[in-house]
């Protein structure tokens, strides 16, 4: 393994450590919506607030270790819902 990947493992692990109550909170958020629309609405709600907390690039990474969060709890229509939002590349805030 070299330097540099290894430096990118830390420094993953760091951010992961930095958010975890974050994402454990976001995961059981929208973990608890029984319905399509209300899914979909705690995806953007969260998606929102972190990034009004942290910025977009933080909201990036906090998309791609939410969907990890739950794919872990089988929570398939919310992973489908936030890997809709990573594909498309924008923020939830903005519109098309």
């Given amino acids: 393994m070299t330097t540099g990947r290894r430096n990118r493992m830390a420094g993953d692990a760091q951010w992961l450590a930095d958010h975890e109550m974050d994402l ?35 909201s990036k990474i906090f998309m791609h270790a939410l969907v990890r969060k739950l794919e872990e709890r089988g929570n398939l229509r919310a992973v489908e819902m936030l890997r809709a939002f990573v594909k498309r590349g924008q923020s939830p805030g903005t519109t098309r």
């Fill in 24 to 58: 454990a909170r976001s995961a059981s958020h929208i973990a608890s919506m029984q319905h399509e629309e209300s899914i979909q609405a705690a995806v953007k709600e969260t998606l929102l607030q972190f990034e009004s907390a942290y910025g977009s690039a933080e």
